[in-house]
C-alpha cells in the first residue's frame, strides 16, 4: 500500500490550534508525547479539517488513482464514517460501520469506488466511541497503485545568516528522511549565501557557500546543482521550514503520481500571527499580487470545504508558487531565476514557465505577517518587479499609462500614510527599472542600492517604544466610515487642507494597519507599534515632501512613457537571455568551481 496522506496531528514547534487538525464532541483527549487521541464513551472525533481531509476531486484529476483506501489505527469500540462532502448538493455518509479496533493491526476501508476521473468532492472520517474507551493512534489514505517510475527529488534551502534556523531545518529533514519510505530518492541541498552556516555533507545533506545574490541567486544554484546532479524535481524551501515535515511526504506522492508532467506543488502560507487563518492558498498576478482564500477562517469545516472545491477548479493562467515551498519538474523549466535579488523571482519563474500548479490540503508553510515586513527595501524590491513582470510577459501586456498606473497607486498608497522615505524608495526603484534589464545584471548583488535605501530611511525606523510620543487625539477618525473614506481621498489624507498639522488626528495604529490606507485617513501624525508592542515609529504628514513626490513622479511618468515600447523590447530579450542556464552558470562559476573543488579534495582524503 502506498500512502497518499497520513494523519496529522498538533505540534508545539509548528501550530497548536487543534482545530485544524480535528473537531471534538465531548471529552476527547489528545497526548501531545504519544500523539494519539483518548476518546471516552459516546465521545466523537471529526477529522474533516485542513490538514486531515482528503480532496478527492483534486487527487483524482490530477493522479490516476485505481484504488484508494481509508486505514485508522486504535483500539476499543467505535462506529467509523467516512463523510464525502460534495460542492453545491447535500453531503453523503458513504460508509458507517461498527468496528472493534485492535492495536497492531489497521482497521482499512475499501474507497476504491471513489477512485478514477468524475469522482469529486472532499472525505474525510469520523469516528465515534461505542466501548467504554477508544484510543486513536493514527490514520491515512492509500491506494494499491505505483508509479510508473519514481521522481528525483532535490530539496534545495536557500539561508543567509540564519545559521541556528537552517541547522534545526537540516536535523529535521534528516530525521524525517530516516523514516520516509522513499527517502533514497530525496536529497537536501543548502545554498548558504552567507557562507556562515558550516552545515556538514552527509548521504543526505550537500552544502554549497554561495555569494550573496540574494534568493533569486541562491535558487538559481540550487537549481544548477539538482540538474547535474540529475533529479528529475525540485523543491525550493524557506530555511526555517515553519511546517509539517508530512509537506514533502503529500508532495513527494503527487508529483510520483501525476498524470501531467508540468505538475507543480505549491505550497499554501498562514500568517504566524493568527495560525488559524488561510493567508494565500496559492495567489495570481495582475497587477499586483493576489492570494487566494486570504482570510479563510480554517478553524470551519464549512469554509475549509468551500476553499478546497474553488482550488479543485481550474485556476488563473497567471497562477504562481512562492518560494517558501515549491516543488517542479525540472524538464519544465525553459527559464532558470531572473536576477531580482529577492521578491518576485518566484513570481515571474511560475510565470515563464509552463508548470501546472496545484496545492493540496495540508501542505502549508507558517510565516511572519507579511505587514511586519515591510520596509522602504520590501517596498522598492516589490515596485520593480511588478513593473518588470508587465515589461515582459505577453499575457500582463498594459499600456504605457496602464502599467504606470502600477507606480503611483504604490507611491501614492505610502504618501497617503506620510511614508515618504517609503515612496522615495518606490521612485527609486521605477527609475531604476527605465535603465533597463542591464540594472538587475549590474547591480545582482544589491548592495549600492541596499545602502542607499537604507540612507533615506530615518522617520521610519523602529525606536523603542518608551522614546515615543504615543498620546492620541482623535476627532476626525470619528467620522462614519464612508464619509471618512471620502474625506480621505478628496483631500489626499489632509495634505490639501491648510493647517491640517495643527487639527488632523494624532493616531496609534497596530501592525495589521500598517500596510493600510484607510486607517491612515483623518490621521496628521501616526504611530505605528509592532505586534509585541515593544517598538514603533512616527510619521507626520509634510506637504512640502508630498508635493516635491508628486512632481517628481508626474515627470518620471511622462519619460516612462515616451521610452515604454522601447524599454518593453528590451525587457523581453533582456528577461530572455539573463534567465538562461548558461547565465547562471557564467554568474556562479567561481562558487561552483570552489564547491567541485573541494569535493575533489574531500574525496582525495578519504
Same mark, same amino acid.
Given at each position: ?7 496529522? *496531528? ?11 487538525? $480535528? ?17 471516552p464513551r459516546g465521545s466523537r472525533i471529526c477529522f474533516g479539517t485542513y490538514f486531515n481531509l482528503f480532496n478527492l476531486g ?47 493491526? =489497521?482497521?482499512?476501508?475499501?474507497? #476504491? ?42 530539496? #534545495? ?58 534568493? /533569486? ?8 546543482? %539538482? ?13 526555517? /521550514? ?9 508532495? $513527494? ?12 506543488? #505549491? ?5 504566524? *500571527? ?30 475549509? /470545504? ?5 482550488? @479543485? ?86 499600456? %504605457? ?12 498608497? #505610502? ?75 478628496? *483631500? ?5 487642507? =491648510? ?28 504611530? $505605528?507599534?509592532? !505586534? ?36 518593453? %523590447? ?8 539573463? !534567465?538562461?542556464?548558461? $547565465?547562471?552558470?557564467?554568474?556562479? @562559476?567561481?562558487?561552483?568551481? /570552489? ?12
Amino acid at each position: 500500500m502506498l500512502t497518499l496522506q497520513n494523519f496529522i *496531528t498538533p505540534e508545539r514547534e509548528i501550530c497548536t490550534e487543534h482545530m485544524l487538525y $480535528y473537531h471534538a464532541d465531548g471529552a476527547v483527549g489528545y497526548s501531545q508525547s504519544t500523539e494519539s487521541y483518548l476518546l471516552p464513551r459516546g465521545s466523537r472525533i471529526c477529522f474533516g479539517t485542513y490538514f486531515n481531509l482528503f480532496n478527492l476531486g483534486k487527487w483524482n484529476a490530477s493522479c490516476d488513482l485505481g484504488s484508494l483506501f481509508a486505514e485508522l489505527s486504535g483500539s476499543g469500540k467505535a462506529e467509523i464514517k467516512i463523510i464525502q462532502a460534495h460542492p453545491n448538493r447535500s453531503w453523503d455518509v458513504v460508509y458507517s460501520e461498527i468496528a472493534e479496533l485492535q492495536d497492531g493491526t =489497521p482497521f482499512q476501508i475499501d474507497l #476504491s469506488e471513489f477512485s478514477g476521473k468524475g469522482n469529486d468532492g472532499l472525505l474525510y472520517l469520523e469516528v465515534i466511541a461505542l466501548g467504554d474507551e477508544v484510543t486513536l493512534t493514527g490514520g491515512r489514505f492509500a491506494t494499491a497503485d505505483q508509479p510508473a517510475a519514481w521522481p528525483r527529488l532535490a530539496v #534545495s534551502i536557500t539561508t543567509f545568516k540564519r545559521e541556528n534556523d537552517v541547522r534545526r531545518t537540516v536535523a529535521r529533514l534528516e530525521d524525517f528522511l530516516k523514516a520516509f519510505e522513499h527517502r533514497d530518492q530525496l536529497h537536501v541541498q543548502v545554498v548558504d549565501n552567507g557562507k556562515s552556516a558550516d552545515i556538514p555533507a552527509s548521504d543526505k545533506v550537500s552544502p554549497y557557500p554561495n555569494s550573496n545574490l540574494g534568493g /533569486a541567486g541562491g535558487f538559481a544554484r540550487g537549481l544548477l546543482e %539538482a540538474e547535474k546532479g540529475g533529479f528529475t524535481h525540485c523543491l525550493f524551501m524557506d530555511d526555517d /521550514a515553519s511546517f509539517h515535515m508530512e509537506n514533502l511526504a503529500r508532495t $513527494y506522492i503527487f508529483l510520483a503520481l501525476t498524470k501531467d508532467p508540468n505538475t507543480a506543488v #505549491s505550497g499554501a502560507m498562514i500568517n504566524n *500571527t493568527h495560525k488559524w487563518a488561510m493567508w494565500e492558498n496559492g495567489a495570481y498576478f495582475d497587477g499586483s499580487c493576489h492570494p487566494l482564500q486570504n482570510g479563510t477562517d480554517l478553524r470551519e469545516l464549512e469554509q475549509v /470545504a468551500q476553499m478546497e472545491f474553488e482550488s @479543485a477548479r481550474p485556476q488563473s493562467k497567471t497562477l504562481y508558487g512562492g518560494w517558501w515551498f515549491f516543488a517542479f519538474p525540472i524538464k519544465s523549466v525553459s527559464h532558470h531565476p531572473f536576477p531580482f535579488f529577492v521578491r518576485g523571482d518566484d513570481i515571474s519563474f511560475s510565470l515563464a514557465n509552463d508548470f501546472k500548479i496545484v496545492t493540496i490540503s495540508g501542505v502549508v508553510s507558517f510565516q511572519d505577517d507579511f505587514t511586519e515586513k515591510e520596509s522602504a527595501q520590501t517596498l522598492y524590491l516589490d515596485l520593480r518587479n511588478h513593473l518588470m513582470h508587465h515589461l515582459v510577459f505577453e499575457r500582463l501586456n498594459r499600456s %504605457a499609462i496602464g502599467t504606470a498606473k502600477i507606480a503611483i497607486r504604490f507611491m501614492m498608497r #505610502s504618501m497617503l500614510r506620510f511614508k515618504y522615505e517609503s515612496a522615495e524608495a518606490q521612485l527609486l526603484a521605477w527609475h531604476d527599472v527605465m535603465k533597463g534589464p542591464e540594472f538587475f545584471d549590474e547591480n545582482i548583488d544589491m548592495s549600492e542600492r541596499r545602502a542607499r535605501i537604507k540612507s533615506l530611511v530615518k522617520d521610519e525606523a523602529w525606536r523603542e517604544i518608551d522614546v515615543l510620543d504615543a498620546r492620541e487625539r482623535r476627532r476626525f477618525s470619528k467620522m462614519p466610515r464612508r464619509l471618512r473614506h471620502y474625506f480621505g481621498l478628496f *483631500t489626499l489624507n489632509g495634505h490639501l487642507i =491648510p493647517f491640517w498639522n495643527r487639527i488632523g488626528d494624532r493616531k496609534v495604529l497596530n501592525i495589521g494597519d500598517r500596510g493600510l490606507v484607510f486607517p491612515a485617513f483623518g490621521g496628521a501624525r501616526l504611530t $505605528y507599534i509592532n !505586534t509585541q508592542r515593544d517598538k514603533g515609529y512616527v510619521v507626520t504628514q509634510s506637504k512640502a515632501k508630498f508635493f516635491s513626490l508628486a512632481w517628481r513622479m508626474f515627470t518620471t511618468l511622462l519619460a516612462f512613457r515616451r521610452s515604454y515600447s522601447a524599454l518593453q %523590447a528590451a525587457y523581453r530579450k533582456g528577461y530572455d537571455e539573463m !534567465t538562461t542556464q548558461s $547565465y547562471w552558470q557564467q554568474t556562479l @562559476a567561481d562558487d561552483m568551481a /570552489a564547491a567541485d573543488a573541494g569535493k575533489e579534495a574531500a574525496v582525495q582524503t578519504d
